[in-house]
């Protein structure tokens, strides 16, 4: 491990700068704040830490910030962090550091073999690269943090620290620092408001079309056992991204409206619903064994209806209505 936090210290530099790239629910934020209080207590140092994220808790992006430096000095700097000395990057499992060595470590995969969660596993390895010579700081903030939280999962979560530690490794060496030329560096973003293409749209992850959230699970998705479901919607309640799919129908003889499944390309893997299901119909399973996804159904509301569209118009589908005050208005049969 090269660059750690006291050489980059000793050289001058006036801080050691970490930032945590992750997305909500894996932990960053619990994550950075441990690190923070880890670098005064048991590192001599001067540290701040903060977190950025939106209102939503999970699966939407989280950046965490925390600079070190010596203990003399006092931190007057609290702006974000655009050039770190380490960068980690939560959902990927890789970390970069001053140098431009890229490490990894598998942390969903020890995070389910130790029932701990990915951000001890992280913050273990984050302590290896930065060059803190044993896990004993992680092991005590661990214990000041999460002890207190969640006594019963703390020896799970030392576990899981510890292999984070032992099992980062380095994947891509660089000899040198690759300095930035800042004539390369795009002046303008490639495409405005006032220079996008008209139309189209950005298939990828979690932009406002698609909504895919899968990448923001964590190895678990719950499964729907139809046979047990009593149709209480409180799933739908309880999900924050309408996977839930509820058609009219029947269920012992009442009319009523049925959970058809799950749109699981919405699915984050919060398992709210798991946790809120009165029988049992939702549990918690391990997303690799599925190989299909039982009752995976895609979204009632972004399918298009050719017979709707036929039969209300071409705009039926967003102004039913005023296709119908039109009708009225020609003198149609509504
Ligand atoms: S785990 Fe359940 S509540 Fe959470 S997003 Fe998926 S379906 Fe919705
Ligand atoms: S909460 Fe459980 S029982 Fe109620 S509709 Fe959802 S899956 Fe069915």
Redesign the pocket.
Known sequence: MQAGYREILDSGKEYYEIRLDSIGGLGANLCGKMLGELGLKYLDVNSSSFSSYGSEKTGTPVKGFIRYCKKEKEIRLHAPITEPDLLVSFHEEFLVDANGNKYNVEAQKIAMETHSRINVVMLGAILKVMGVDSILPGEEICKETLGKKYPASLENNLQGMRRGYEEVKLIDRKTEKVECDKNNQSQDPKWGYLTAPLGGINPNYGNSISTNLSHSRQGYVPL?IKE?????????S?CPDMV?QFVKGEYKGRSMMI?TGLDYDHCKGCLR?VD???????VRGVEAEQENLNYNMPNQELLRKPIYYETAGADGYITSESFLTEKRMEGGEV
Request: charged letters at 5%; aromatic letters at 14%; glycine letters at 4%.
């Open positions: 729907f047990k479901c009593i149709n209480c919607g409180l799933c739908f309880a839930f959970n619903c809120v299901c009165p029988v049992n119909a939702l």
